[in-house]
């Protein structure tokens, strides 16, 4: 009798086990385990991106050595340090591209400080900033941009934003592509005794 009464609750714990086990299968199977979801931007009216963009090739762009910094100086005080207005620093570049056959735009941007000097002037001030893309030794686009900044009149350093949505330019093979960006003064003045 006491054997018989520990079959039957074996067998009890056993179905108990088993129906636990199809309901946690037959949940399991309503859930969605491929991660995978699907948005559509219905109400926005903006375009959406295709498939071909977002497989395709965004060419990096880069600060050019030397380019990095852009100094002001008092009338008369060019690399005196005890004359200088401010300094602007680039201290990171970003890009996105739209492509349209073998036409790219890219759309550059930088972001930088503006550190007021002993000599401190503030205000509105521009700064000249280049943005080039090329494809080896070829240029597809350069335009040079005189920028405006607002340098701060206290002792503490501000941060400034620029962005090129244009730089627009043909390129068969966009793996050759690079695009650079930074301050661009010119030519160097000659000097009198270089003259």
Same mark, same amino acid.
């Given at each position: 009798?006491?054997?018989?009464?520990?079959?039957?609750?074996?067998?009890?714990?056993?179905?108990?086990?088993?129906?636990?086990?199809?309901?946690?299968?037959?949940?399991?199977?309503?859930?969605?385990?491929?991660?995978?979801?699907?948005?559509?931007?219905?109400?926005?009216?903006?375009?959406?991106?295709?498939?071909?963009?977002?497989?395709?090739?965004?060419?990096?762009?880069?600060?050019?050595?030397?380019?990095?910094?852009?100094?002001?100086?008092?009338?008369?005080?060019?690399?005196?340090?005890?004359?200088?207005?401010?300094?602007?620093?680039?201290?990171?570049?970003?890009?996105?591209?739209?492509?349209?056959?073998?036409?790219?735009?890219?759309?550059?941007?930088? $972001?930088?400080?503006? =550190?007021?000097?002993?000599?401190?002037?503030?205000? #509105?001030?521009? &700064? +000249?900033?280049? /943005?080039?893309? %090329? $494809?080896?030794?070829? =240029?597809?686009?350069?335009?040079?941009?005189?920028? #405006?900044?607002? &340098? +701060?009149?206290? /002792?503490?350093? %501000?941060?400034?934003?620029?962005?090129?949505?244009?730089?627009?330019?043909?390129?068969?093979?966009?793996?050759?592509?690079?695009?650079?960006?930074?301050?661009?003064?010119?030519?160097?003045?000659?000097?009198?005794?270089?003259?």
């Amino acid at each position: 009798m006491v054997f018989q009464l520990f079959q039957s609750a074996t067998a009890l714990r056993r179905t108990a086990i088993l129906c636990s086990l199809g309901a946690m299968g037959a949940l399991s199977a309503c859930q969605n385990t491929s991660g995978a979801q699907t948005a559509t931007d219905t109400t926005s009216g903006k375009p959406k991106v295709s498939q071909t963009e977002l497989r395709a090739f965004c060419p990096p762009v880069v600060l050019r050595e030397g380019t990095s910094f852009f100094n002001s100086y008092a009338k008369g005080g060019e690399g005196d340090g005890t004359k200088l207005r401010y300094q602007v620093s680039i201290n990171d570049v970003t890009r996105s591209c739209v492509h349209n056959g073998d036409q790219v735009t890219m759309t550059i941007a930088v $972001a930088g400080r503006v =550190v007021p000097g002993p000599v401190r002037a503030a205000g #509105a001030a521009t &700064v +000249p900033i280049r /943005v080039a893309v %090329t $494809a080896d030794d070829q =240029v597809l686009y350069s335009q040079l941009f005189q920028h #405006a900044i607002e &340098v +701060p009149g206290g /002792v503490s350093a %501000t941060q400034f934003t620029f962005t090129d949505p244009n730089a627009t330019f043909t390129a068969p093979d966009i793996a050759r592509v690079k695009a650079f960006v930074g301050f661009d003064e010119g030519e160097p003045k000659k000097t009198a005794a270089a003259e």
